[in-house]
């Protein structure tokens, strides 16, 4: 049971990974906690969801669930964060917090409150080892995290736009001077977290194969709580807390009693925090660049 | 007045203690996520005293506030650590373990919820959040609120011009914790039932959009945000199913109409020319 | 009076829109039905329906509003047990009757008489015939149970009615010291059903509201638990049938929509084109319980109004609310959708109940079961 | 040079370090009573740091920091600053949304019991509204005194920061870079109320590039190079240091 | 080579800048110079494209648009602008980087880089330290040698000796001579005004928002107006210090 346990927690933490990475790609670098990205996983979901059931492949439902989710990102960065730009961070926190009240009623209206569920599961096989079952959904899951982390990894470290994006985060008329178109960069960086959401959101809801216009509640939460722990400044981080809060999390379940569960996740990612405040690759780097 | 409406002004009553909670800690310039775990706090503790030890109520309340603010203390130490997103990350963490703890608290109920509290009067409720609201008002004109605002703007500027950024942080969240408290003893004795579900993040982060729709430099800003949050919705209903849809966009036209909130020190001084001299 | 005008709370928006949605439709079509056959006593029938988010605040100010302001004559509604919780003594100091629909954690009512009342049983009542029939029909030695911990209804039953249930069956609870449970919202429940088969239960109880059980179920399919599961009244829906067909569900109900009856079957004929028409409903929804229950406590008010003598004029407010209640209580043979209901001295429905059994996508009675005391006549 | 009265600032042997750079090594200064003393050196010298190290902003990887011949080092910087030492910034850091006559408020030290200091300022400390209105009075900032501190121009917010420091009461002043950017006139009148500040018994410690204002102005010098003290004296000798002509002056003089 | 006619900038209800005209041409060095809140620093940022503006502003013939820093970088103008405008949070490395942002000749940018840095070679100490820690001179250093990475044809410097020591005063002044006789034109913004008008071909001189004086540098210098309100001997090297 230890490892049968052991790769749910993986495959749980691949999941927080994937929706952390969105967060942190507009958190890490334009320092905006985007709380519809919840929604945007929400909305992958159901754009997913209706190509699957419309019996077409798989990939195609991930680009649809990317495609929808990036567009409506778009907006949300046009009129969510750009007016907000110069204002403290909680205001556009909370502008993102409406657009993610307006998704969900948009799609309860559209969809219904109730769980939406696919019929057969797709990528139903399943491989046995031992006694440890893993499916081929879930491998996906996992291996598409681990992608999409190196990716993005090294997109944001290692490229000029990566750095571009940085630049204008912290200073966008110094960003402008140096010939960093910076609305259209900021827009792409909404756009691409939306498309990790988006494709967050069909794997994660193929995955489960049941979603409802909440579902990016709880999970967003715990995948802000992975970003944190991880450290906000470093993608990779997100590959080493998410798979680490979702040990955590199993393992209480396990062992500990499911009760204490959201006491202990919390407690951990506190305790983290804690001994390292800037999580547990963000090297204290750009945080504590302060100087007199 | 209908009891509809005095329904309502309770409610605004209490989110505007919530709100005032997050207010004095925002007012130090650390975003608090986690008031609901301490309006937990003060739900159950002044439930416990008033229906299992017999305590009235206001003493009850009183009890909760220092307990609750002295957890505030303990809880803004190691709070001191943090910055941002980080902070506002484990706060939020400090809410859900509190939540889960009063789950598992079968003494209290646990999940199933606390009744046996007795209901106290919209007057009562709103007697609280003036004194709170006037009292806060006040501390805003005296020396310890510049020290609050040099802080939020640059800590480290003000450690050197000579004030202690420290006690006053700490302080704040003490205080903060405390008048959520007062929130939640109030929230339990109108509704006369409580439940840990009652105390979770949500709750905090409307406390926190009461404070920034309203405007986060004043404490009656506090006040406009809750009656915002509380009224508005209600206003929507001839919208039906698109209420919450609407409610959402109304937010967001809110903040880029006045992303300073309702009200604001420009505002006041535009009212009140000679206000601080 | 020309008009008599009850009330309604229902979550219309929030995670239980739907059942909020489906319940406005009844309620109309009941209007629209009494209205177009002349009315009450010749008063046309007016039912203000008003949203409260599944927000428990909310609903408490919606019945102030619908008593204070509306001036209704009682109220259906609130929904959710945690709603009725803190509705129930606002309904008491208004001095107007509040009957829910769905409210079905145990002794909510009774702690709000004389004026709370629900159209449904209580859980403990309804496991009382539940557990008995699915233990003989699935040879059920031993149960795991998993519960939403976050729901408080879900709460009370997985963690003290149904653990009492089993031992007074004779059933073993494996995880009787180690309780499962996960919280409302939650997409991975990979962990405990691991457990469970770890545990490897003749059945399984899921004590969770549908929408939070499909998770149960469907990872239980994953993993290849596919044991029998029971519940509580939370579980009746069609959604949950679509989970995992394989998988037996059994849990009460005091309607489901291929219920045989006159009654019944002209409802469902009549609501579900109803339905069908609402944008946001799936294309192939049918009447819930809930409808119904919603449907009855709406009628019931209605009969009181015409049989209790209340005036429905605006002086004589007090004392009509108070006829219902008076007519509520004394309530018999009141003609249900699925058998006469009456209400006892808790306030709960004595009605008569179904067990139900979920396979192959429909639901199907097993047992009939009536919520009266013992050596009472009542359903 | 101090025999008859105690230094008032000292530093001993101070060393700091980041992270295997040397931005002060073993650096000894002293600034006497009513003193206007001069900091120089080239870019990166290590100026700057030496007021962080001062007033505690940064902890001294080694030495100490005497004040009155009572050691601050390493004591929390609001100690030292109640202690009587007050600096400027050289990115000027006034507090963003608060007027001019709200600076000079903030600065003062609280006398009296905790309680008092939640009352509204007029009944909490009347001394406070005494001692900003003398120092708005000072440096002759009276017509701004409603203006948000950040919304004036430059010279003037420079005023705002020294007026903040000095409504204090403080002992010994630091300034960092106090006239740069500024014009003549400005820096004029900036000389005149620093020379006006030592009639008053304060102690000045001075970081400037401009020479030909400190050059006027300071009693003392010190010069720094690569975080070495490699020359200290009164103007007219460190004008003709060589080393100082090599490391900070340049061919030009 | 950069003609500005009838500039117009405002502030909301200020009017900063009130119809001015501008000339350089190529190869030249051209002092702004004036007095605090003169307009100096709101004429650079329109000139660059960080501000909305009415008139007009053509450069190479070309007319600029208001507001399109990004597109004007790569047309060659770039501005080190007042108040360094370093990126704090990046590392010293990172920041020369987005100074190559816009180069796609990648082996002459990596020739210039490491030209630059030998030039200040405290940058290339300093390299991996995050720039907001470096001092005020360095951090200087840090805004002109970046805004050079990205070979412009016409170079802005608001106030570039902000925070310098004379000596690399000296060294900057001589620089933007050295980088003049390699082909860049050089619009200075100073308060040091007697330096400036050393090394400046023409200059203009400001007042609240126009300008109110203009021609070859060697005239101005000895300009009564010119001397008595800029010079005042303070901005002169340190042998003329009988100011007071
Ligand atoms: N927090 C820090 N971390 C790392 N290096 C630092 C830090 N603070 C300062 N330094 C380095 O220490 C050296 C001294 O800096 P300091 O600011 O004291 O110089 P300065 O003499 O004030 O120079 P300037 O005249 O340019 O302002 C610089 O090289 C700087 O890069
Ligand atoms: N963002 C702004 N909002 C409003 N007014 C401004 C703003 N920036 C500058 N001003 C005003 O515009 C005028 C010109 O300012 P500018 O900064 O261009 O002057 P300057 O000549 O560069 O001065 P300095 O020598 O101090 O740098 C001043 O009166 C200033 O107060
Ligand atoms: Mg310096
Ligand atoms: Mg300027």
Known sequence: ?292 | ?277 | ADEVVLGAIVPSSGPFAEWGRTNTATLQMLEKQVNDAGGINGAKLRIVILDDATKPAQATNNLRKLAGDDHVLAVAGPLTSSAAEVTFPVANEMKVVSTSQASSKPGVAKLNRPWAFRNTIDEGVLGRTTVPYYKEAFSIKTVAIIFDAKDATAATVGSKIMPGLMKDNGIEVLNANDPLSFNTGDLDVSAQVTKIKALNPDGVVVSADYSQAVTVIREMKRQGVIKPVVGSTQLISSAILKAAPEIPIVAPATFYASMAGDKPEKFVKELTPVLRKISGLPAEIEPSMYDANIYEIASIYIEAVKKAGVTGKPDDLEADRTRIRDYMAKLSGFAGLGGPIAFNEDGDAIKAFYIVQGQNGTWQSKVRGCSAPDGKQGC | MTLITPPRLKLDRVTKTFGGVYALTELSLEVAPRQIVGLIGPNGAGKTTTFNVITGAYRATSGTVLLDAHAVTSEPSHRIARAGIMRTFQNIRLFSDMTVWEHLLVAQPHTGPFARRLLPMRFSNPHVIERAEEVLEFFGLGDVRNRLARSLPYGLQRKVEMARAVTARPKLLLLDEPVAGMNHDEAETIRTLMLRLREEGLSILLIEHDMAFVMNLCDQLYVLDFGVLIAQGRPDEIRTNPAVLDAYLGQAA | MLRVSDLVVRYGAIQAVRGIALDIAQGEIVALIGANGAGKTTVARAIVGLLPYRGEVAFEGEVLKPNSAERNLRRGVALVPEGRGILGTMTVQDNLLMGLYTRRDRAQAAKDLAALLERFSILAERRNLLASLMSGGEQQMLAIARALLSKPKLLLLDEPSLGLAPKMTDAVFAMIQDLRREGLTVLLVEQKARQTLKIADRAYLMETGRVITSGPASELIDDPVVSETFLGGRAAPVTSTHAG
């Open chain 2, 1 to 277: 007045m209908s009891m509809y409406y005095a329904g309502l002004l309770s409610d605004i009553g209490i989110l505007l203690l919530g709100a005032l909670s997050v207010y004095i800690i925002l007012a130090t310039g650390q975003l608090s996520l986690g008031n609901a775990g301490f309006m937990g706090i003060g739900a159950y503790l002044t439930s416990w005293l008033t229906v299992e030890v017999g305590l009235p109520v206001t003493a009850a309340l009183i009890v909760a506030a220092l307990v609750s603010g002295l957890i505030g203390i303990a809880v803004g130490f190691p709070a001191l650590r943090l910055k941002g997103i980080y902070l506002a990350m484990a706060t939020l963490g400090f809410g859900e373990m509190v939540r889960s703890f009063f789950q598992n608290f079968t003494a209290m109920g646990g999940s199933g919820g606390f009744h046996g509290m007795h209901h106290v009067s919209t007057g009562y409720i709103w007697t609280w959040a003036l004194v709170i609201l006037a009292v806060i008002m006040l501390i805003e004109a005296s020396p310890i609120w510049l020290e609050i605002r040099a802080v939020r703007d640059d800590e480290t500027a003000a450690g050197l011009v000579g004030l202690n950024p420290t006690e006053i942080k700490v302080g704040a969240f003490g205080c903060g914790a405390a008048v959520a408290a007062i929130a939640g003893g109030l929230f339990a004795h109108h509704h006369v039932y409580i439940e840990p579900g009652n105390f979770s993040f949500e709750r905090s982060i409307d406390f926190v959009l009461a404070v920034i729709l309203g405007g986060s430099t004043v404490a009656p800003g506090a006040l406009a945000g809750a009656v915002m949050l509380v009224i508005l919705p209600e206003y929507l209903r001839f919208l039906a199913d698109w209420r919450f849809a609407a409610f959402g966009a109304l937010l967001i036209g809110m903040l880029l109409v006045r992303r300073q909130g309702l009200l604001d020190r420009a505002l006041f001084r535009l009212v009140l020319p000679r206000s601080q001299a």
């Open chain 1, 1 to 292: 049971m230890l490892i049968q346990q052991l790769v749910n927690g993986l495959t749980l933490g691949a999941v927080y990974t994937l929706i952390a990475l969105s967060f942190s790609l507009v958190m890490g670098i334009l320092g905006v906690l985007n709380l519809a990205i919840a929604e945007l996983f929400m909305l992958g979901g159901y754009f997913g969801f209706a190509v699957v059931m419309a019996q077409l492949p798989l990939p195609l439902a991930l680009i649809a669930g990317m495609a929808g989710a990036a567009l409506v990102a778009a907006i949300v960065e046009r009129i969510g964060y750009q007016p907000f730009r110069t204002a403290s961070v909680v205001t556009p926190m909370l502008s993102t917090l409406g657009f993610s009240i307006i998704l969900q009623n948009v799609a309860t209206n559209v969809w219904g409150s109730d769980p939406l569920q696919l019929t057969d599961e797709v990528l139903s096989g399943r491989f046995n080892i031992g006694p440890v079952s893993v499916s081929a959904i879930q491998l996906t899951v996992l291996g598409v995290t681990v992608l999409l982390v190196a990716l993005l990894a090294f997109l944001v470290q290692r490229t000029s736009i990566g750095r571009a994006l940085r630049a204008v985060a912290e200073n966008r008329d110094v960003a402008r001077l140096l010939g960093v178109p910076a609305g259209r960069v900021t827009l792409i960086a909404f756009m691409l977290s939306g498309a990790l959401a988006g494709a967050a959101g069909v794997l994660i809801g193929v995955h489960y194969a049941a979603i409802t216009p909440y579902i990016g509640v709880e999970i967003g939460l715990k995948a802000i709580a992975v970003m944190v722990v991880g450290g906000t400044t470093r993608i990779w981080g997100a590959l080493i807390a998410g798979p680490l809060m979702g040990v955590v999390e199993v393992m209480t379940v396990a062992y500990g009693g499911s009760q204490i569960r959201d006491f202990v996740v919390y407690g951990f990612m506190i305790l983290i925090l804690l001994l390292r405040p800037q999580g547990l690759l963000g090297g204290g780097r750009s945080d504590q660049g302060q100087r007199v």
